[in-house]
Every structure is written in C-alpha cells, then in structure tokens.
C-alpha cells in the first residue's frame, strides 16, 4: 500500500494543514473511503503511531483519511476556526479531487476515538447525505450537551466556551439534539458505539445509547473490558472496519503477495 502525506490550504481554517492518505496496493478504484479522526491530545499521525492501522487495511479496497483536527472538536466553533466544514466538506471534496475516491455517500464512513468519536457521530448526523456510516469508540458524546460551567479547569473551560458557546444545549453541537432532528428526517446513517467498561466516559456513552434506544433509532452498542487508552482502540478498530466493509458493502480484494 502507499502513503500519502497531503498537505493543502484550507479555506475553513484560513491555514495551511495535513492529513495523512493510505491507498490500497491492489486495483485502480475507485475506492470507498474511511475517514478516521483523533482524539483532543493528538494529531492525523497517531493512529499510525499507536495502532496497526496499515496492516488492517492492507487488504481492504478503502481509502483511509486520518485528518488533522486540532483542538477545535470537528465542530464550527462559535468564536474561532470551522473545523467541521473544513474536514466534513472540504477535505471530502479534495480528497475525491485527487484520489481514486468514489464521490458518494454510499462510499464513505467517519470514524474516532473521543473527541474524534463525538466528531464522527456530528458528521454523521449533521451531514446525513454525505456519511453512510459512522463509528465512536470510547467517544465524549455529551460534549455540547450541556453547559461548559462544570469544567473545573479555566483554560478548558474557556476552550470549550468558545467552541460551543455558554448553553450549548439544543443547538448544533448538541449530539442529543441532532440524533432527534435525524429521527425526524429518517435519513440517518449507520451508527455504531463502543466503550471500555473502565472508560471514565462509560456513563456518558450508556446515556446516549439509553437517548438513542428511547427515541426509537437503530445503532449497534458494544462495551468491553478496558479504559480510555491504546490497547483498547487498536483491538476494537477491527470492529469498525468490519462494521464498515458491510455497511459500505466491500467488495472483497487480493492478498498481496
């Protein structure tokens, strides 16, 4: 396989940024496309670094696009950079530009681990017509569920007041919110959730599977043994690509001798 390093100016963020890019080794394409975001302390090259994500593709027809999503929670922030229409709009529509990227919904998934698995599922949800499936591992879904008050930290607090505003709650980073606004439309992409038991963010993910299960939604819902850490991700993360080889239906591809 190969990897890319695009790096590329992006109107959203008013900067240049990178991402990462894995092809397939095998056939020409074009190919479905797995977007894969990170978590708040990291950058596009972490999952490479921690997991095996190279190795597990290496016979999949998808391209894997790991963002840079800085600290802005792949959100439009209130006051401050457009992290979601930089990664969710323009970035999609560069990569289709300039790989062998098929250019529809039925062939593209987002997926993350904590803020990355709170952003996967906003895409999803906010951007119905261009993710046909979305995955959260150990993910902070109550982020912007609630006001910013209960951060402890000041600096914190005053990183999340200015992406979400004061009062968060009900508007368009509110996952509680647009999961409602989904079962109105009827157009909501493939969901699935995990969590380790151990996970300091188990409750908030049990609270969003029970807001889910209530408003009649499908989704799939695991928990594991584990906390918020590698190990745990790098074992799940073949779940979700198994997750979405069947939702994108993946046509199956050659070992590489």
Request: net charge negative; hydrophobic share 40%.
């Amino acid at each position: 396989m190969a990897l890319c390093e695009l790096r590329y100016p992006s109107d959203a963020l008013g900067k240049q940024t990178a991402c990462h890019v894995i092809l397939p080794e095998k056939g020409t394409g074009p190919f479905a496309t797995l977007y894969l975001l990170h978590g708040r302390s990291d950058d596009y090259t972490i999952w490479q670094r921690r997991t095996s994500i190279e190795r597990y593709v290496e016979n999949l027809p998808l391209i894997v696009v790991l963002p840079d999503g800085g600290l802005g929670w792949y959100s439009d922030a209130e006051q401050g950079f457009a992290y979601e229409t930089a990664l969710a709009v323009e970035l999609v529509n560069r990569i289709e530009r300039t790989f062998p990227a098929k250019p529809e919904r039925a062939a593209r998934a987002v997926a993350g681990l904590s803020m990355g698995g709170y952003g996967a599922l906003k895409f999803a949800m906010k951007h119905p017509n261009r993710f046909a499936a979305a995955v959260s591992h150990s993910g902070a879904v109550g982020f912007g569920h609630r006001d910013v008050h209960w951060v402890t930290d000041p600096v914190r607090r005053q990183e999340f007041e200015r992406i979400l505003g004061p009062d968060p709650e009900g508007g368009p980073h509110d996952l509680y919110a647009l999961a409602e606004a989904r079962k109105t439309s009827g157009d909501l992409p493939a969901l699935r959730i995990d969590c380790g038991i151990e996970d300091f963010l188990i409750e908030d993910n049990r609270s969003f599977r029970d807001h889910l299960t209530a408003l009649g939604l499908p989704f799939e819902y695991q928990e594991w043994p584990g906390a918020h850490e590698w190990g745990y991700w790098d074992l799940h993360l073949k779940e979700t690509l198994a997750f979405v080889k069947r939702e994108l239906a993946l046509p199956e591809a050659q070992k590489v001798a």
